[in-house]
């Protein structure tokens, strides 16, 4: 009997229409952070690069969907194995040069290792990109309209904009948790972290997707790495500098969750447009 | 006639016997060395709630009282009553804090306390209820009111040197104010060991007290770090969260992690034995980390701001001490809500007038 046997969940997950299908509809919403990341890092790598890095990106989102984001594509480990695990990624993984200390898990295409580095090291060149990407956030936040009234920088404020955002989405609250389910029969959870430090560093949100017959097994997203993993440059709606940035990486999570979510519905019908 | 006997689990029968038998020597050393239930008290505290947070300080300060009043004793009733005794000193020094703040032109508070300017009318309303505290808490406890009131008294007389000589030691202030309370406990006629948690208490939950202050600044201190980092967009650098979104998990929230170096850092107020705590913290999250990623002590990589952080509530610079501690200071000297080294009255002998030479 195979894993996505043992669980509905991974047995949904497995029919995942894929990054390129959800990165196409959360873009179609107006929200293009993470497209603007991606072309820097074109840029960077240059063009010949374009197809590795979309293979690359297309088969890091496909495993951490399978496994739930158990587990890390760069060093091949993972506490829920994926039903398909990538032999691109194995092929990558087994030509790399030898590790540089410290960083023990880089990323398996050479250029974004090296962009990784240039952004560790160079402080000049992560404060053009830091002024930059928060000049987007400025205009994308004015474009999608983003108001932050009674926005004081504690998690709990985060509430209402969720419960906004959410009821427009059609999740249903239940207490301090917004909730929908998919005609696969997965439920889609979405709670505001009020826990440890009561002031927010990035937006304060967990999410759980399982499956409604087996509500404790759950993919769950409490870091939200996972998401920038499945779709590659969102990791810039959780750079927060002011309240608007704030409210619009709550905006911009909470949707790319509810996109994630038709991309877990009968794939017949919801996969067609990619 | 059939005799009924209840079934003895061996096992059970060893373990209270043995429990017994630990009781027994606990309450010989106590009763042999009182100083030793004054230093265990004490030390509860000091070890417990390194970070000065005053409702812990508060709650272990009241149950040690207990506890060595209790195994003393053999006595529930003396531990309750010691650990009442305790409540109320703590909340008799709040009170004389709050109003020491009045005293001194600002707003009364149970929890933040401003040290009063050596010299000043402030100063001597501090002392003088220091030692009516310590007159009343030491009676209610069967002592003699002199050596309570001296050692309260003396306690709080001393703090502004204590704070200057401990260097914003949160451990060093409370070692010596426990000394000067129990030397001056002993010149009233009192024990060392009464005297020493008088002015230890006293210290705690007045005079070296700004304890939620300081709690807040951490908490801002450390917010404005993580947002920092955040906002710097490094791949793979994950703040206040207890996965690192590739499947390994922490026990607790670690403060800074990065997935890509296996590193974990905590953020600590800048002192030795925070610094301690931060390298035994990390070492901690890196040693329980499970899942696939190993993580280790951060090392000194990590990308820091190269100014100060200003917030609406401070202004913080900050240091990576390697190992996995990244240590935060004030920048603001004029940070006067709050108690730091940098902002606590210095004590200033004064000018010695030379004695004229009569010819």
């Known amino acids: 009997m195979s894993l996505a046997d043992d669980h509905p969940l991974l047995h949904v997950v497995h029919t995942w229409c894929g990054r390129r299908f959800t990165q196409n509809t959360f873009s179609e919403l107006g929200f293009s952070l993470h497209l603007r990341w991606q072309e820097r890092i074109t840029e960077f790598c240059g063009q010949h690069q374009v197809s590795i890095l979309d293979r690359y990106w297309d088969e890091v989102a496909r495993e951490t969907m399978e496994s739930l984001g158990q587990g890390n594509p760069n060093t091949r480990e993972f506490s829920i194995q994926p039903k398909n695990r990538s032999i691109f990624l194995d092929e990558l993984f087994a030509a790399r040069a030898l590790v540089e200390p410290p960083f023990k898990s880089p990323p398996l295409v050479k250029c974004l290792f090296e962009h990784y580095k240039k952004t560790y090291f160079d402080n000049e060149f992560r404060q053009a990109e830091l002024v930059a990407f928060e000049k987007l956030q400025q205009e994308e936040s004015a474009r999608l309209g983003i108001t932050a009234v009674g926005w ?30 998919n005609d696969n029969g997965l439920v889609f959870d979405i709670g505001v972290d009020t826990a440890g430090n009561p002031f927010c560093t990035k937006p304060p949100l967990i999410f759980r997707i399982f499956h409604a017959n087996e509500p404790r097994y759950a993919f769950e ?47 017949a019908m919801n996969c067609a447009s990619n | 006639m059939h005799q009924h006997c209840e079934p003895v689990d061996p096992f059970t029968h060893v373990h209270e016997a043995q429990g017994q038998v630990y009781f027994g020597a606990l309450q010989s050393l106590f009763r042999s060395t009182p100083i030793l239930g004054s230093i265990l008290q004490i030390a509860a505290v000091a070890s417990l709630c390194t970070s000065a947070v005053g409702v812990c300080a508060a709650v272990v300060a009241t149950l040690s009282s207990a506890f060595v009043a209790g195994v003393t004793s053999g006595n529930l009733g003396a531990a309750l009553k010691a650990g009442l005794i305790t409540a109320v000193t703590i909340v008799a020094f709040n009170v004389v804090g709050g109003m020491t703040n009045v005293a001194e032109g600002g707003q009364f508070s149970l929890l933040n306390h401003t040290p009063a300017a050596f010299g000043t009318g402030a100063y001597a309303f501090n002392v003088a209820g220091h030692a009516a505290v310590g007159c009343l808490t030491t009676m209610a406890s069967g002592g003699k009111c002199g050596s309570g009131a ?11 040197l204590i704070q200057t000589a401990s260097n914003g030691s949160f451990v060093g202030g409370l070692a010596m104010s426990s000394v000067v309370g129990g030397v001056a406990s002993v010149a009233g006629g009192g024990k060392f060991g009464n005297g020493a948690v008088t002015a230890a208490f006293g210290y705690l939950f007045n005079s070296g007290a700004g304890s939620i202050s300081r709690m807040l600044d951490g908490q801002d201190a450390h917010r404005a770090l993580q947002q920092w980092l955040q906002r710097q967009g490094i791949d793979g650098l994950f703040t206040e969260a207890s996965s690192d979104g590739l499947g390994t998990s922490f026990w607790g929230r670690v403060d800074i992690g990065n997935a890509i170096s296996g590193e974990i850092w905590e953020i600590k107020p800048n002192n030795p034995v925070q610094l301690f705590l931060a390298r035994v913290m990390a070492e901690f999250y890196a040693a329980t980390a499970d899942g696939p990623t190993q993580y280790d002590a951060g090392g000194n990589g990590l990308p820091l701001p190269t100014g100060a952080l200003n917030t609406v509530r401070g202004s913080y610079t900050y240091t990576n001490a390697g190992d996995g501690a990244i240590l935060w200071s004030y920048n603001n000297a004029n940070q006067s809500y709050t108690f730091s080294p940098s902002t606590s009255p210095k004590f200033v002998l004064p000018p010695i007038t030379p004695i004229p030479v009569i010819p």
């Open chain 1, 152 to 181: 004081t920088g504690r998690k709990k404020d985060a509430v209402p904009f969720v419960d906004a955002f959410g009821l427009r989405l059609n999740f249903q609250r239940q207490g301090n948790r917004w909730r929908k389910r």
């Open chain 1, 221 to 267: 997203i409490e870091n939200l790495d996972v998401l920038a993993r499945l779709v590659p440059g969102v990791g810039m709606y959780g750079r927060c500098a002011g309240p608007e940035s704030y409210v619009l990486g709550i905006k911009g999570y909470i949707e790319l969750f509810d996109v994630i979510a038709s991309s877990l519905e009968k794939r």
């Open chain 2, 150 to 160: 001296l050692a309260g008294g003396a306690g709080a007389a001393a703090t502004p």
